[in-house]
């Protein structure tokens, strides 16, 4: 371990030991509920499916009165989705779609493809076996039993399966209100002119697709100018307004590094030096606001990334991703790794632990970008996801690495 810095272990206990779930609950329909985290537990009310119905096409029938192939039995009915059948007459069979109900007396389905129409009757070319494609009232889901768990960060499928057992409407933890603002007087936007010296704000970008993707409620501050009052001003309103106040640049220890003293003047910084690559500098605390009236205002945790957007990006899925569906009220915020195939060689690692960029191979295995520098966001535009490679550990080819992709860091 470098002295003086806290493992990525560490820094991320103390992180989420920090993080206050949201109290604040919303009803929000269920057409709109896809991406929010479910406050209170969903039960059904309920038998899925509500009926005894067919999983075929076909012909539902008495299997007694087929004691061999290339039986034939009268066509008595037609049901449909959505329809209900007469009770099955002895010797008769009632033609039967998807879904629809079983009548009464009937104990399988043939599928169509097993039978022939003849006028008003139906030859069944096989014996049916017992329940042959039924579905049994309460086979999915019964009345009264649980079928999302408060904490589910709500995907189609759940909005989907709420809607199978009829609730409209879910009560979910309302949105993270972020606040996002960036430092530099090098900064510039995309579109203005470039004088030199200065650099285009990508990290803006970045952080806000990132907020996006994790449903917050993203306020935007904006670039600030390198001053101590600059800093401490916009810390001051966004902590008014926000839950977590991210930023990026001003984390280090140089002298226009405003953001660390700035948040030691409005607030408390917990840490600031993490033993990872990319991304040493990070701050966590937490900032004061004020209230419109005067006064003491609600606290907003304080998380503070490195400039660098290579730094930046990989950051902030390690340490804010976490905290932020911590702050939703998610309990296992770890993303899941893969054991993958490295196909390259790292003979030269780091003390810190290293995140790698790399990317799927044709052949199942992961090819790394031959430039790890933190300023290259080529990189993360290229990968696939990350190499998460302990300190000191060499990679040669065929070694099984922990591999994190970015679907998982996205979720």
Not at 194 to 223: E, H, M, Q, V, W
Not at 274 to 281: D, L, Q
Not at 364 to 374: E, F, H, I, V, W
């Amino acid at each position: 371990m470098n002295k003086g810095l806290l493992s990525v272990d560490e820094a991320l206990g103390v992180l989420l030991e920090g993080a206050r779930p949201l109290a604040e609950i919303e009803t929000v329909p269920t057409l709109e509920a896809t991406g929010r985290v479910l406050a209170v537990a969903q039960t059904s009310t309920m038998d899925v499916p509500p009926m005894d119905n067919s999983a075929m096409d076909g012909y539902a029938l008495r299997r007694v009165d087929v004691p061999a192939p290339d039986t034939r039995l009268r066509v008595a009915q037609r049901i449909a989705a959505g329809a209900v059948g007469a009770a099955l007459e002895p010797g008769s069979a009632a033609r039967i779609f998807t879904g629809a109900p079983i009548p009464d007396g009937a104990d399988a389905i043939v599928m169509q493809e097993f039978c022939t129409l003849d006028g008003d009757a139906v030859v069944v070319k096989k014996v049916p076996q017992p329940e042959e494609w039924i579905r049994r009232r309460g086979s999915d889901i019964r009345a009264g039993a649980q079928i999302l768990a408060a904490g589910t960060r709500l995907q189609p499928q759940d909005t989907g399966l709420a809607a199978s057992v009829g609730i409209a409407t879910l009560p979910v933890v309302r949105r993270v209100r972020l606040g996002l603002f960036f430092t530099g007087d090098e900064l510039v936007m995309p579109g203005d002119p470039l004088p030199p010296g200065r650099i285009y704000n990508s990290n803006r970008f970045t952080l806000n697709g990132l907020a996006k993707a994790f449903d917050c409620d993203t306020r935007d501050y904006g670039i600030v100018p390198d001053s101590l009052e600059a800093t401490r001003a916009v810390l001051r309103r966004a902590a008014s307004e926000c839950d977590v106040i991210v930023t990026s640049g001003g984390v280090s220890v140089g002298e226009a590094d405003f953001v660390k003293p700035a948040v030691e003047a409005e607030g408390s910084l917990l840490m600031w030096r993490i033993a990872m690559k990319p991304g040493r500098p990070l701050a966590f605390g937490r900032v004061r606001g004020v209230r419109a009236e005067g006064g003491a205002g609600p606290e907003a945790a304080f998380i503070g990334l490195p400039g660098n957007p290579v730094s930046s990006f990989v950051t902030f899925l390690i340490f804010v991703r976490p905290f932020l569906l911590r702050t939703q009220g998610i309990a296992d915020v770890a993303p899941r790794a893969i054991a993958a195939r490295a196909d390259f060689d790292w003979r030269e690692p780091d003390a810190r632990r290293e995140f790698l960029r790399v990317k799927w191979n044709a052949s199942g295995g992961l090819d790394l970008y031959p430039t790890q520098d933190s300023a290259v966001m080529t990189s993360t535009a290229w990968a696939d996801g990350l190499v998460d490679n302990p300190p000191n550990e060499v990679i040669r080819k065929g070694d099984a690495v922990r591999f994190l992709p970015f679907s998982e860091l996205y979720a």
